[in-house]
């Protein structure tokens, strides 16, 4: 059974950073593409990052420039480097497959104030 567990959320000020991390345990065959999405009060989950297999990364319009994905396969983990955060960016953090196809994990809140 695959689980992630992400971590690093917290409350920040504005232009602030963070970095998230989603440990995973259990394997995925088949699968190497992974994603970052969140979710804010009141909105759908919102895919935010993704990361192939081979490294290439691809960013939601909202978060290009400011947010850095990146992966250490040798630890099963993906980073999510935030930067430059904004109130907007406000919400519960999530990674899984990119599309998602597994479980959601219990996902990371970050807070940025304003």
């Known amino acids: 059974q695959v689980q992630l567990v992400e971590s690093g959320g917290g409350l920040v000020q504005a232009g602030e950073s963070l970095r998230l991390s989603c440990a995973r345990s259990?394997?995925?065959?088949?699968?190497?593409?992974m994603g970052w999405y969140r979710q804010a009060p009141g909105n759908k989950r919102a895919w935010v990052a993704g990361?192939?297999?081979?490294?290439?990364?691809e960013y939601a319009d909202s978060v290009k420039g400011r947010f850095t994905i990146s992966r250490d396969n040798a630890k099963n983990t993906v980073y999510l480097q935030m930067s430059s955060l904004k109130p907007e960016d406000t919400a519960v953090y999530y990674c899984?497959?990119?599309?998602?196809?597994?479980?959601w994990g219990q996902g990371t809140q970050v807070t940025v104030s304003s």
């Open positions: 990361i192939r297999g081979g490294g290439s990364t």
């Open positions: 259990g394997s995925i065959s088949g699968i190497s593409a």
């Open positions: 899984n497959t990119w599309p998602s196809r597994i479980p």
